[in-house]
């Protein structure tokens, strides 16, 4: 998934340790904002998918901010977008401790897991990324959630590896409500520039990809 227009001012691996409890897109009292990492190599699509979600929560009324971190980095190391979501104006847009983290691959995987709060939400290219038992099993003490999704495979299979991202994008739709699928396809149109437009159908399968990769799973 490349480009955007700017933000305006295979197998599934599932480790269930606590119940999650109601999305933000639910009628409920307000809840802590939801902090979220979405970290990949450079050329992966993570600023976009970063921005999607930011996109997609504006529109449902969410208070939301999107931070964006490449240059040196955008083509091949480690590049990452900070999402907040939030029913209460946002205070501030840097994350340090994040609810979840959508991990493309290992690199990133190692870099921002850790810093997971407890209880949290951890979703990975399991095309990319191999957990050791021992690992997955540490992280299971600490995590609400650890789901290991083959989103590159996925994303192959519905004919672009570009739009692997959104399958992650789409998981965390699934997983936590926070935003709805249909705002996610919505904002695509918002998100990616017109001569991007024709890339439309593939992100929107790849977001109902990763939605019912984690529905079947759970």
């Known amino acids: 998934m490349e480009g955007y227009r ?9 480790a269930s340790v606590s119940a999650l409890g109601p999305g933000m897109g639910d009628a409920a009292p307000p809840l802590p904002p939801e902090e979220v990492v979405v970290a990949g190599f ?9 921005i999607l ?3 997609a929560g504006m529109m449902q009324g969410l208070h939301v901010s999107w931070v964006p971190a490449y240059g040196a980095e955008q083509r091949g190391g480690t590049a990452y977008s900070a999402v907040v979501l ?3 104006p946002v205070v501030s847009p840097l994350v340090f401790a994040p609810t979840a983290v959508l991990a493309m691959n290992r690199p990133s995987f190692d870099r921002f897991v850790p810093k997971v709060r407890e209880g949290g939400i951890v979703l990975y ?3 990319i990324v191999e ?14 959630r650890l789901l290991g999704i083959p989103a590159t495979s ?3 299979e519905i004919g672009d590896a570009r739009v692997a991202v959104n399958v992650l994008v789409g998981a965390y739709a699934a997983l936590t409500g926070v935003v709805d699928l249909a705002y996610l396809k919505l904002a695509l149109r918002e998100v990616l520039p017109p001569h991007r437009h024709r890339l439309i159908p593939a992100n929107e399968r790849a977001l109902e990809t990763g939605f019912e990769a984690v529905r079947s799973a759970v």
């Open 42 to 50: 450079g050329g992966q699509g993570v600023l976009t998918g970063g």
């Open 53 to 55: 979600l930011a996109q």
């Open 6 to 14: 700017g933000f305006p001012p295979g197998k599934v691996e599932s």
């Open 86 to 88: 939030s029913r209460r």
């Open 125 to 127: 290219n399991a095309s």
């Open 131 to 144: 957990l050791p038992p021992d690992v997955r099993s540490n992280l299971e003490v600490k995590l609400g």
């Open 154 to 156: 996925l994303a192959e």
